[in-house]
């Protein structure tokens, strides 16, 4: 079965340190793979994606993230943490089981708390 | 600018009744999909569209219809056979046969019973 994990239900870090937010990831076909941004009360906001070509890809606001295959994760990184980077951050890939070409399985979330 | 437009951005819902929550988009989507967030448990899928006119179910989609009788438009009725509908629910689309393209989301409409 094809499936995204999120082993973390909150990271809490320090503002000016590094933050990882992590994702496992098990699916049939080509791992394309996608990280979200949720605000209070807000919709999510795409952050970045990885399709092909290099493992470490760079996405909106100085987050990037790294696609390792052999331990099929794909965890999400910032050099360092602001205090609006506070949200909820949601792993997805491309669900191959469906004939539906854009549909996405998301991880249950993981809260990121930034202190002062 | 093209975007996704949910509303109302908060609605009630007595018992025993109907409601319908609205999703328009502007982007020129084929695709479109209405998920359900609950705390703690992601977003799961209740109904998608790929085209006008035809529509599928998705992990959760009893007590809830759907209709897709244009492109840009996918409301989302939450019927009375939903027993538990208190959640936030968001709209999303993508393109067509788009493997790498990331879906886009609307800014969800909160559901609470009264």
């Known amino acids: 079965a094809q499936s995204v994990a999120q082993p973390e239900d909150q990271v809490n870090v320090a503002e000016g340190n590094p933050l990882t937010v992590k994702c496992t990831y098990s699916?049939?076909?080509?791992?394309?793979l996608f990280w979200y941004v949720q605000y209070p009360n807000r919709g999510l906001q795409f952050l970045l994606k990885?399709?092909?070509?290099?493992?470490l890809v760079k996405g909106s606001y100085g987050f990037e993230a790294e696609f390792n295959k052999s331990q099929t994760s794909f965890h999400l990184k910032k050099p360092s943490a602001l205090v609006s980077d506070s949200a909820l951050y949601f792993c997805?890939?491309?669900?191959?089981?469906?004939?539906?070409?854009?549909?996405?399985?998301f991880g249950q979330g993981t809260t990121l708390q930034v202190k002062p | 600018d093209g975007g996704i437009t949910q509303s109302p951005k908060y609605l009630f819902r007595k018992e025993g009744q109907n409601v319908t929550l609205s999703c328009e988009q502007n982007l020129n989507h084929d695709a479109m999909y209405w998920y359900r967030q609950d705390p703690g448990q992601g977003l799961r899928l209740i109904y998608y569209s790929q085209i006008v006119n035809d529509f599928q179910k998705g992990d959760i989609a009893e007590g809830y219809s759907v209709s897709r009788e244009k492109k840009e438009s996918f409301p989302l009725t939450v019927t009375s056979a939903q027993k538990n509908p208190t959640a936030f629910y968001l709209c999303?689309?993508?393109?067509?046969?788009?493997?790498?393209?990331?879906?886009?989301f609307g800014d969800g409409t909160r559901l609470s019973i009264l």
């Open positions: 699916v049939s076909g080509n791992p394309y």
């Open positions: 997805a890939v491309r669900d191959w089981g469906s004939s539906n070409t854009g549909k996405l399985i």
């Open positions: 999303a689309s993508s393109l067509k046969d788009s493997y790498n393209q990331p879906q886009h």
């Open positions: 990885y399709i092909t070509g290099d493992n």
